[in-house]
């Protein structure tokens, strides 16, 4: 008997996991658990694994280590400034190892996938996700397709010494992330066996990013009353959501939700802009109407899960959250600000998200006593490259969009 049942958040159902992604096309699934509130002696996400929607703890992890960010918060006029960082940093024991916070969705959806006896797994990213599943894959030999624009397949790299003879990458010429996953899409249809990743629709990719909020929980003593990060899809805040809904249904943790705070690229901020307009719902107005160059290309998504039941509005309205757009100057000035005081170096996304909680103190959005939980979404890809070998991964199929499917059925005959 599994230890958790899923529930249609619109329709209120519960239904049996079969790896499954969707019931209805208007909400999320979500995973419910036995209540009790439990921290075992596991490492990363598997310290949490009671909430956590797979049936075993593998041999694989990745977690987020907290710290009191005691000069960078003097420097920003913060007593309480507190950094969930997710990244190598050998003097921290950072606990992701491709340098994001992937790492943590990756880890429970291939467990997950095992369960389920998936004969393996199609994921559509802009890079990091794409790294995270492509170094867990390698090292335990599951099968994985990738797709990728080309403009972002350079980030599919591993350790020189892993060996990525499971993985196969899909590179689109001229393509977008929404590109990739309107292929991967297709791609599943023509695979028995094979699952999609799943995005914000997959229960194990926010539970298991969503213990970072347990792990601050935890360190800090209480819920922060700020949580900051920059936002592309949402499995990110949503799942934190989900595990702070958790927290305190259990009785452990009886005070406010903290507020969600997310923070898009000037120029491609569709979250923002249906968000500030008091909108549960996003339109072709709220993107640009050409592809555009932005600081950092990883938040950039044409359909977010906004207006999906269970999706970022839902989560920001329960939390009194709110959102903010910064631009690339800002941005890499803040990315300069970290990096010189912290001494590790960390990737846009990140960056993104400390500029806006530098403006969000300037205007008095947040106070000097206020418990600000930072999320350093991803760090530490420069310093791992300085202490380890790393390989790209070579294409298997590389094409244009509408030829995908056809160099792929070439391939599988």
């Avoid at 710290?67 to 921290?92: Q, R, S």
């Avoid at 699952?195 to 819920?223: C, F, K, P, V």
């Avoid at 491609?268 to 249906?274: G, R, V």
């Avoid at 959102?323 to 800002?330: G, L, R």
Wanted: aromatic residues 8%; proline residues 4%; hydrophobic residues 35%.
């Amino acid at each position: 008997m599994s230890k958790y049942k899923l529930q249609c958040l619109d329709t209120l159902e519960y239904i049996e996991d079969n790896y499954t992604l969707k019931h209805t096309g208007k909400s999320l699934l979500r995973a419910e658990y036995n209540p009790a509130y439990i921290v075992n002696d596991e490492s990363g996400v598997w310290k949490f694994s009671n909430w956590l929607p797979t049936e075993k703890i593998s041999s694989q992890s990745a977690g987020t280590r907290t710290y009191k960010a005691t000069e960078l918060g003097l420097k920003l006029g913060l007593e309480n400034l507190w950094v969930a960082f997710h990244g190598y940093w050998p003097e921290k024991d950072g606990l992701c190892p491709t340098g994001t916070f992937k790492d943590m969705e990756a880890v429970p959806t291939l467990q997950r996938l095992r369960d389920h006896n998936c004969a393996g797994v199609i994921c559509a990213s802009a890079g990091n996700t794409a790294r995270a599943f492509t170094h867990f894959c390698a090292l335990e030999g599951f099968p994985l397709i990738v797709i990728i624009s080309e403009a972002q397949s350079h980030r599919v790299w591993l350790r020189k010494e892993i060996d990525s003879s499971s993985v196969k990458l899909i590179v689109i010429e001229d393509g977008t992330y929404q590109d990739a996953k309107e292929i991967s899409k297709l791609i599943a249809k023509e695979l028995p066996g094979w699952q999609l990743e799943g995005g914000a629709h997959n229960i194990a990719r926010r539970d298991g990013i969503g213990t970072l909020i347990l792990e601050s929980y935890n360190e800090i003593g209480t819920m922060p009353d700020y949580y900051f990060q920059g936002v592309s899809g949402g499995p990110g805040p949503i799942g934190v959501f989900e595990m702070m809904k958790r927290v305190r249904d259990s009785g452990e943790y009886d005070g406010n939700y903290t507020k969600i705070f997310l923070s898009q690229n000037l120029g491609h901020s569709p979250i923002h802009n249906a968000w500030q307009d008091g909108r549960n719902y996003i339109t072709d107005d709220d993107l640009p109407s050409e592809r555009k160059s932005v600081y950092s290309d990883y938040l950039l998504n044409e359909s977010p899960s906004y207006q999906i039941t269970g999706g970022v509005f839902d989560i920001l309205k329960a939390t009194d959250g709110d959102t903010a757009v910064v631009t690339k100057e800002e941005a890499l000035e803040a990315k300069a600000v970290f990096e010189q005081i912290e001494g590790i170096d960390i990737m846009s996304p990140a960056a993104v998200a400390l500029a806006s909680l530098i403006k969000a103190k300037e205007h008095g959005k947040i106070k000097r006593d206020d418990i600000i939980l930072l999320n350093v979404s991803g760090a530490g890809v420069d310093r791992m490259k300085e202490d380890f070998e790393t390989k790209n991964v070579a294409p298997w199929i590389k094409a244009r969009k509408e030829n995908i499917l056809e160099e792929l059925m070439k391939k599988l005959s």
